[in-house]
């Protein structure tokens, strides 16, 4: 017996006088063998000119259908499901003109200009073989924008950076032009002041002889560890480099060294700043949420994930000390290489086997937690819409958002599909908004969402009949704040093969955290 399959050759996009602008093939065939295919259809055509017609040879059955000047064809086996092909046919009328333009407006150069996103659009309706997926428009719409919410807390927290940058350098070009006026101001004083050779400071007390007036004191750089460690404690450090600058980033806090002199207590000491941290943690909270139109939350999931990276091997041998709040019915999971019992116990995190540390030059997820509720109140935001018929074929929509004050929302998105392609007429909105011709979306934009306003508003009109379609509706946001307070307390390096109870200093370290969306769905 020969099982014949039935599948989808090709797609293709002609003109009415037979023209190929594109097409793509989903099973394997010669070049020659689809261009004879394809030069055959105007032949076999003839003038009908019904909206969903097809032809069938003795080999291949051809399924089409015109759009302006042109015809969308998708060119099957004849054992093929005639019902599923014309299914197949009307998705991609509807993924042309979303990609290449209006049906009213399509035309040549717009199919041969968006040659590439056509072929990607028909990859996520046909699989390779030729077999239909079950899939909708907004699922397309979704799969070509390609947003990612890893690539948005990156640039978050890459700006975040580069500001912080910004004002370091202000700072130490601030630094540099004091110390260079106050040398200036030494080197003009008067020469009769004697120094002590046991001061190490190198700092020049006022001579007991003369009344002459003493001159500032040359500012010392001093530098700070985490939580008040006085690094300045061992003199041998004073002239390292590596203490040059010191950063005034997240938990880093600047300490002025000090000294027995009344002289240093009196001058303005100038605290540089650098911008690497031998050690960067990253704590990121992931929400996933499902509701229905009644406001009811059909599944709610937050996860969450610590990843630690090392600049060299040897900061990695180290052991990180956590304070967690908030993690009332959170599941917490350690990577297997951790030692789970001396977190469980005394919340540190470190390697079992001590001899190798963590991994260096690349980040690594250590410590994950769960949790997931269906309750209304375990979410951030909800988000209510009522489509109303104002006339005939026209609607008044109205969307309101609820948020809890548990939260502070930065960068709120919300996206309401529009079938029609019509941009709205705004009555009222709390925020801003835009119209995505790509996606055909309306999307209300609002930039923080606090205490201050838990709730808005957004009213627009609409040519349209059928209230299921503003559904279904996605909303994006992020916040410095997470549901579980993972918070780094110190960092602590261990000798080659030590334990947690032979920890030595503290290592400097750069931490951040944020909550942002997975999947926010009112369908």
């Known amino acids: 017996y020969i099982f014949i399959k039935m ?21 394997e065939m010669t070049r020659i063998r689809i261009e004879g295919l394809l030069a055959a259809f105007p032949k076999l055509m003839g003038s009908d000119s019904k909206q969903h017609t ?29 019902v599923e092909d014309l299914e197949t046919l009307r998705l991609l009328s509807k993924v042309i003109p979303d990609i290449a333009g209006t049906t009213n407006n399509l035309n040549d150069e ?17 699989t390779s073989g030729g077999y239909r997926e079950p899939i909708n428009i907004q699922q397309i719409r979704t799969n070509m924008e390609m947003e990612s919410h890893e690539e948005k807390l990156h640039l978050m927290i890459k700006t975040s950076k580069m500001e912080s940058a910004k004002d370091q350098a202000k700072e130490a070009a601030r630094s540099i032009m004091d110390r260079k ?37 040359v500012p010392v750089t001093t530098s700070a560890p985490i939580k008040g460690m006085d690094i300045l404690a061992k003199s041998e450090n004073k002239n390292k480099n590596l203490f040059d600058a010191l950063v005034k980033e997240e938990k880093l806090t600047a300490v002025v060294a000090k000294s027995n002199t009344t002289v240093r207590e009196d001058t303005n000491n100038i605290v540089s700043e650098v911008v690497q941290h031998p050690i960067m943690l990253q704590a990121v909270e992931k929400i996933t949420a499902a509701l229905t139109r009644d406001g009811d939350v059909t599944n ?18 180290c052991a990180l000390e956590l304070s967690l709040s908030g993690n009332n019915n959170f599941t917490f999971n350690t990577h297997p290489k951790i030692n789970k019992a001396l977190y469980d116990s005394r919340q540190v995190l470190i390697m079992k086997d001590t001899t190798k540390g963590f991994p260096a030059g690349r980040p690594v997820g250590i410590l994950r937690w769960s949790n997931s509720q269906t309750s209304a109140d375990f979410i951030p935001i909800t988000v209510n819409c009522w489509p109303e018929e104002e006339s005939k074929n026209r609607m008044l929509v109205t969307i309101d958002y609820s948020a809890t004050n548990k939260f502070q929302l ?19 909105i709390d925020g801003r908004y835009k119209m995505n011709k790509n996606s055909n979306e309306l999307i209300w934009e609002i930039d ?15 040519q349209e009949k059928d209230p299921d379609s503003f559904f279904p509706i996605n909303i994006s946001f992020s916040s410095q704040q997470m549901y579980c307070n993972v918070d780094v307390t110190a960092v ?32």
Do not use: W
Request: net charge negative.
């Open 7 to 27: 599948v989808v050759l090709s797609a293709a996009i002609t003109t009415k006088n037979g023209k190929t602008l594109m097409a793509r093939q989903f099973v």
């Open 54 to 82: 097809y032809i069938e040879t003795e080999s291949v059955r051809y399924v089409y259908q015109p759009l302006e000047g042109l015809y969308l064809l998708l060119i099957t086996n004849r054992a093929s499901n005639i």
């Open 110 to 126: 717009k199919v041969v200009e968006k040659a590439y996103d056509l072929i990607f659009a028909f990859d996520e309706v046909i």
């Open 181 to 217: 006026r106050m040398e200036g101001i030494g080197s003009s004083m008067s020469n009769t002041k004697s120094y002590d050779d046991d001061e190490d400071t190198n700092i020049p007390p006022p001579t007991p002889i003369t009344n002459t007036v003493k001159p500032p004191p």
């Open 300 to 317: 709610a999931e937050v996860k969450g994930n610590l990843t630690f990276t090392a600049s060299d091997d040897d900061v990695a041998c």
């Open 410 to 428: 930065h960068d709120v998105k919300i996206s309401i599909p529009l079938l029609s392609g019509e941009v709205p007429t705004i009555n009222t």
């Open 448 to 462: 923080l969402i606090d205490s201050s306003n838990t709730s808005g508003n957004l009213e627009f009109t609409i």
């Open 492 to 523: 602590k390096k261990i000798p080659n093969g030590g334990n947690i109870d032979e920890a030595e200093d503290n290592i400097m370290y750069g931490y951040t955290k944020g909550l942002v969306t997975d999947e926010y769905v009112i369908e």
